[in-house]
């Protein structure tokens, strides 16, 4: 990334995939940058060069973003040195809109502090909590929303079904405020054989579903979708249905304005 550049007025979304990113170079790109509304920075190969020595906490934070800036997206899940990049992207002002992909090993702390420090502002929120085989296992807290709108959040199921925990602690601790739409999406991995619905599977969806009808119950108009993803050609007829058998208060309000999907994918993808 070349850092000597002039004005680029009239640019409003820059997308980086992957790259190998310097500090110094990617602030004087977004100097350069005065229009610019959207960020994204993303791919299983981006690399965050180390600005300083020893730990990312001490890595230093970008600053010079455009007046219009309001929206991010940042997939920290797989990228080299990716809590250094989240220290980068730390003091993001005014952010409406944020995309972030974070592990339970990689981008966790980092993350948290880019969404507790965007909290008062956001409207729109979209979590990826883990990636294939490094797990989610932190508890996510989401009450400080309090103008959130719209909330996606994907999460990589496995067979013990222990992420479905982290799960409804996010909507447990997430006040309906204004929210209008969730979109949950749960991707069951199994490897190559049929997911398992065991007692604690089916129990740990209809907390969630309990979860949903605490939010949302006795209004009009919000809306809910569950989405189910599976790969290696798994998903039989008869999983899905164990899978959805749970979700009774969804299906049963009147109120809410509840939308279901099965994706059956050939191979195993990034989430």
């Not at 991707?187 to 309990?210: A, K, R």
Request: net charge negative; charged share 20%.
């Amino acid at each position: 990334m070349d850092a000597n550049r002039s004005a680029l007025p009239g640019i409003r979304e820059l997308e980086l995939v992957h790259c190998w990113l310097w500090f110094s170079a990617l602030d004087s790109l977004l100097v350069s940058l005065p229009d610019l509304i959207r960020l994204g920075i993303h791919g299983e190969h981006t690399v965050f060069l180390p600005t300083v020595p020893g730990l990312a906490e001490g890595e230093p934070s970008l600053q010079h973003f455009a007046p219009t800036f309001s929206s991010l997206c940042l997939d920290l899940r797989a990228a080299v040195n990716g809590d250094r990049g989240g220290q980068w992207l730390l003091m993001v002002p005014n952010l409406m809109r944020l995309e972030l992909g974070m592990t339970g090993e990689q981008g966790w702390w980092s993350g948290m502090d880019i969404l507790d420090g965007s909290a008062a502002t956001l409207w729109v929120l979209d979590l990826a909590l883990n990636h294939r085989s490094e797990i989610w296992d932190v508890d996510l807290d989401l009450y400080m929303c309090v103008g959130l709108k719209h909330l996606t959040l994907s999460l990589a199921i496995t067979d013990d079904g222990g992420e479905l925990y982290y799960l409804r602690q996010a909507l447990g601790g997430l006040g309906a405020h204004q929210l209008q739409s969730l979109n949950v999406q749960l991707h069951w991995l199994s490897g190559h054989l049929e997911f398992p619905v065991s007692s604690g599977i089916t129990q740990g969806l209809g907390e969630v579903d309990d979860c949903i009808i605490r939010l949302f119950g006795g209004t009009v108009g919000r809306q809910v979708c569950l989405h189910l993803h599976f790969y290696l050609r798994m998903g039989q007829d008869e999983t899905v249905r164990a899978l959805w058998e749970p979700f009774h208060g969804l299906r049963e309000d009147k109120g809410i304005v509840f939308t279901s999907a099965v994706t059956r994918h050939e191979y195993v993808m990034d989430m």
